[in-house]
């Protein structure tokens, strides 16, 4: 299981989706366009990343790649499953997602989203359902809805004792 983070603006956003993903057993990151890496170009830690990361940016794999179609071309070569997690007229509902041996999830810009462009080179659209007024969730809630949704692993049982 992979994320693909194209365009997203935030630190925090970014810090938190690697936490999430060390959570749910994500195989690697790629972080794509001018989306904030763990690392700057000279090798210094991105200290405001880490700090909502609180480590998972040492755990994660993860790959920037500057070009996002070379990126997903790559992968379909590599036949993963490319969703895009994205509100659209086309999309399913995230729980109706394929299970696939290798799959990959596309969260696009928080305001923008995913250009229409990169949407026509996935596999799929994926949504989460909304019923309040919002028309939309943080990334980094999406990510951890979609995630632990398609995680395969078992979640661990924390028995409580008795006191």
């Not at 810090?15 to 999430?20: A, K, L, P």
């Not at 994660?60 to 590599?78: D, F, P, S």
Request: proline share 6%; glycine share 6%.
């Amino acid at each position: 299981m992979y994320i693909i983070l194209h365009n997203i603006r935030s630190n925090h956003n970014v810090g938190s989706i690697f936490r999430t993903a060390d959570a749910a057993g994500v195989e690697k990151i790629f972080l794509t366009g001018y989306t904030p890496t763990p690392l700057d170009r000279f090798g210094r830690v991105n200290k405001e990343l880490a700090k909502t990361a609180l480590g998972a940016e040492k755990t994660v794999a993860w790959e920037y790649a500057r070009n996002i179609g070379v990126l997903l071309a790559k992968l379909k070569k590599e036949k993963t499953f490319i969703v895009a997690i994205e509100q659209s007229p086309c999309a399913i509902n995230y729980k109706k997602i394929p299970r696939k041996k290798s799959i990959a999830f596309l969260f696009g810009n928080e305001v923008t989203g995913t250009p229409k462009n990169i949407l026509k080179q996935c596999a799929c659209i994926a949504e989460i359902p909304m019923r309040g007024v919002k028309e939309s969730l943080n990334v980094s809630v999406a990510a951890g809805i979609v995630l632990f949704s398609m995680s395969p692993y078992p979640l661990p049982c924390r028995l409580r004792q008795k006191a």
